[in-house]
Every structure is written in structure tokens, then in C-alpha cells.
Nanobody, 125 residues
């Protein structure tokens, strides 16, 4: 069983930055980890994913060039550095684990086996 705890959310002005962290308990070092987000009234959507080594990363088009996903397997932690934030980035952000050890893109939320509780990110204009 894997438990995930996100942190780092908050209120920031447009153009600002935040760094989200997700600490995992249990074995995750050889699995894909991802970030998703859900805005009010909208479906949960893919943001970014990273394979076990950190050598393969994928991003939604809406965040490409602004967000960076990374991981520290020694700390069982995945990060999401968010720069140049926009009001449309406002959402609850979730981290998730996909028990897949390859390097393909994993963008569908149904592929993920474990989820955190989420952390709120609010970007004011």
C-alpha cells in the first residue's frame, strides 16, 4: 500500500511561482509518478508525469515550458515546480503513482493506482 501526501500549495499572484511536493510512503522508486489537477466544475486532468529514473518526463500542453516535474527517489518525493503561474492554473493538485516501470507517457488518470488528497493552488489576477 502506498500513501501520498502533497504540500506546497497556496495563494500566489499571476506570474508567481510555487513548488509542490509529494511524499510517498511505501515502495514507489521504480514507478511512474504524476501530477494531476482539478478545477471547480471541471474534470481532473493530467499535468505532468515522470518515470522511475527521472529520464522521461511528459507535460500537458497547457503547462509545457512553465512547469517542471522532478523526483528524489532517496526521499520518496516528487516535485512540481510551477513558474509563470496563470489564473487558469487555479485548481486542486494531486499526485499519483502508476505501478508501471517503463518510459511511455502515462497521461490517463485511470492508469494510476494511488492518489494523494490534493493541495489547493490559487492564482490571483
Amino acid at each position: 500500500q502506498v500513501q501520498l501526501v502533497e504540500s506546497g500549495g497556496g495563494l500566489v499572484q499571476a506570474g508567481g511561482s510555487l513548488r509542490l511536493s509529494c511524499v510517498a510512503s511505501g515502495r514507489t522508486f521504480n514507478y511512474v509518478m504524476g501530477w494531476f489537477r482539478q478545477a471547480p466544475g471541471k474534470e481532473r486532468e493530467f499535468v505532468a508525469s515522470i518515470n522511475w529514473s527521472g529520464g522521461s518526463t511528459y507535460y500537458a500542453n497547457s503547462v509545457k515550458g512553465r512547469f517542471t516535474i522532478s523526483r528524489d527517489n532517496a526521499k520518496n518525493t516528487v516535485y512540481l515546480q510551477m513558474n509563470s503561474l496563470k489564473p487558469e492554473d487555479t485548481a486542486v493538485y494531486f499526485c499519483a503513482v502508476d505501478r508501471y516501470s517503463g518510459s511511455d507517457a502515462r497521461t490517463y488518470l485511470d492508469l494510476y493506482d494511488y492518489w494523494g488528497q490534493g493541495t489547493q493552488v490559487t492564482v490571483s489576477s
